[in-house]
């Protein structure tokens, strides 16, 4: 069996003196359960040890304890130096503690030729720094570690990365390359930091990016009217239920029992949904309901039993002057077939509100309908199969369907919905809406750049601005190399730049705009007489008033776009 030729390493030192991509990095498998840091500490220490008498042209040359040390790191006898095994063009340095990939040419003498691989990152939320225990995760070493959660089961997180199918250039922290289709993008300060989570990143949409992209057709937009029905919606309030116990009462000629009932429908403790008026149907649930007014009726023939149905929902609906504080059809001299509601008392006068003398009910929408057990019933007796029909009872069950409504309402079926007092239905409006329509040129394609962020500044070596400070921010900016970023010019400069050496650059069409209007009052302004100032109430054109607020809004300048 062949030796192997790739370890498990850890970085301890990246600071390369030459800038060479080199680091310092140790063998995992002989830290002998010490520390990276320490076991390099000490294996430099050997080297320097003066009671080994081979050591002494080491000391010699480099000296002993803390200065010896520190001269023996990076030289040609450090025996942790190892050097990248990507081009420096490309290659990615780990920091101190970071796992490495660590190349041998030979594998029977690994203090010569080392290069390296790395670092070891287990999820993208960790490119910043990834110690190398934890960064191993997805090794042998790593069947320990407890994996993060998976970025994509987060919609807060969608597009911080690059996917699959997508080439990136990932920096250390929040800011990337990427490489689309025909489509290079630059992109810094891609997510906000999340406290409360921190697996999941928080998609930033005002990061500031630089766009190429070229598209494999030309695009113009052209201006479309499109139009859309859209029924009126709004929250059911009440439900009217009829129902009729037997179709075919026992002996013949009996007569119907039934009730109709008037239902508030009221919101749980759990939300404040209502049913639409788009959404409710005959079968629609209904959970959550308060009986208010109830009335029952027995023995009566066909024509009476809907006409008492007929009657109620035109009490509900306030048709012919009509409330529902008194039963229909009383005789004095006839036990009433009115009948409150079970718990309900004499507050059925106080659903809605009361004007003047008279019950000013205001139950709307309201929905009426056959209730569930009574659309079973009539369900029963229209079975495709003929030999089990009721012919009495589908008569009887077509009699119903046909004769109650609530006219103008859902074309007089048995069923159906009551917006307002003065509407039948859901009115219907018909809405247009200008929408731009993309068309494409296919036998043209069109390159597009742009950049967004929330200043934009261009800068020029060769410009400057009459009375304004000259400096060259590249030079005079405080960036400190050991102590963060080295390239590129700091907030503070950049600030500067933009508060005093840098001007707003105008928006072409706004300033035509004022432009214009400063050229319709040359031409229209009046005077009094030769010699006076212009009125300041033209026949014609703005006024010298008009002129001096645009002028003073100056909307024809970007102030957070730039130039000097």
């Not at 766009?211 to 030309?218: D, E, G, R, V």
């Not at 201006?223 to 026992?250: F, G, Q, R, S, W």
């Not at 929330?454 to 304004?468: A, G, M, R, V």
Request: proline content about 6%; charged content about 25%.
């Amino acid at each position: 069996m062949a030796n192997k030729g790739i370890f498990f390493g850890v970085c301890v030192d990246n600071l390369d003196p030459s800038l060479s991509g080199r680091i310092r990095a140790v063998f995992d498998e002989k830290s002998d359960g010490e520390v990276p840091m320490d076991y390099d500490n000490k294996v430099l220490q050997g080297l320097l040890n003066p009671s080994r008498p081979k050591n002494s042209k080491r000391i010699a040359k480099y000296g002993e304890g803390e200065q010896g040390l520190k001269k023996l790191k990076w030289s040609q006898d450090d025996p942790h130096i190892c050097a990248p095994f990507l081009p420096l063009f490309i290659n990615v340095i780990p920091q101190p503690n970071e796992g490495v990939k660590i190349l041998v040419y030979d594998p029977d003498n690994k203090t010569q030729n080392k290069e390296y691989v790395g670092p070891y990152i287990s999820d993208p939320t960790n490119y910043k720094y990834d110690q190398y225990a934890k960064g191993r995760l997805h090794t042998s070493k790593g069947a320990r570690v407890k994996a993060g959660k998976n970025i994509t089961d987060s919609a807060i997180s969608k597009d911080t990365f690059a996917y699959p199918d997508k080439i990136s250039i990932d920096g250390r922290d929040n800011s990337d390359i990427i490489f689309g289709n025909s489509e290079i993008l630059m992109r810094a300060g891609k997510f906000v930091e999340n406290d409360k989570d921190p697996d999941f990143p928080v998609y930033n949409p005002q990061m500031s990016t630089i766009q190429i992209t070229n598209y494999p057709s030309k695009m113009t937009l052209e201006e479309k009217e499109i139009t859309d029905n859209k029924t009126e919606e709004a929250d059911v309030k009440y439900l009217v239920e009829y129902e009729i116990y037997d179709l075919n009462p026992v002996p013949s000629g009996i007569g119907f029992d039934g009730k109709i009932v008037l239902y508030e429908i009221v919101a749980d403790g759990n939300t404040t949904k209502f049913p639409t008026s788009t959404g409710m149907g005959l079968g629609t649930p209904i959970d959550n309901t308060k009986k208010r007014v109830s009335l029952s009726f027995s023995r009566q023939p066909l024509s009476g039993a809907t006409d008492l149905i007929n009657e109620f929902l035109s009490q509900v609906d306030e048709r012919d002057d009509t409330s529902l504080k008194t039963g229909p059809f009383q005789d004095p001299n006839t036990p009433p077939l009115w009948v409150k509601a079970a718990g309900v008392g004499d507050d059925i006068i106080n659903v809605g509100t009361l004007a003047s003398n008279d019950e000013a009910l205001n139950l709307y929408p309201f929905y009426f309908r056959p209730s569930i057990s009574f659309q079973d019933t009539i369900s029963l007796v229209n079975p495709n199969d003929s030999a089990l029909i009721d012919e009495t009872k589908k008569r009887n069950a077509q009699y119903f369907t046909n004769h109650i409504r609530l006219v103008g309402v859902n074309g007089d079926k048995h069923y159906g919905l009551k917006i307002s007092r003065d509407q039948a239905e859901p009115e219907t409006k018909t809405e247009t809406t200008k929408i731009d329509e993309a068309k494409l040129d296919e036998m043209t394609r069109e390159g597009i750049i742009n950049a967004i962020s929330n200043k934009i500044l261009l800068y020029s070596h060769d410009s400057s601005i009459t009375d304004k400070e000259k400096s060259n921010p590249l030079v005079e900016n405080t960036n400190v190399g050991e102590s963060g970023d080295n390239m590129g010019l700091d907030q503070k400069t950049q600030i500067t730049l933009n508060d005093k050496e840098m001007e707003p650059l105008v928006r072409g069409d706004q300033l035509v705009k004022v432009l214009q209007l400063m050229a319709e009052y040359l031409f229209e302004h009046e005077h009094k007489s030769p010699g006076d100032a212009p009125l300041e109430e033209s026949k014609e054109g703005p006024t010298k008033t008009e002129v001096e607020e645009e002028l003073n809004a100056q909307n024809f300048l970007n102030q957070n776009i730039r130039i000097n």
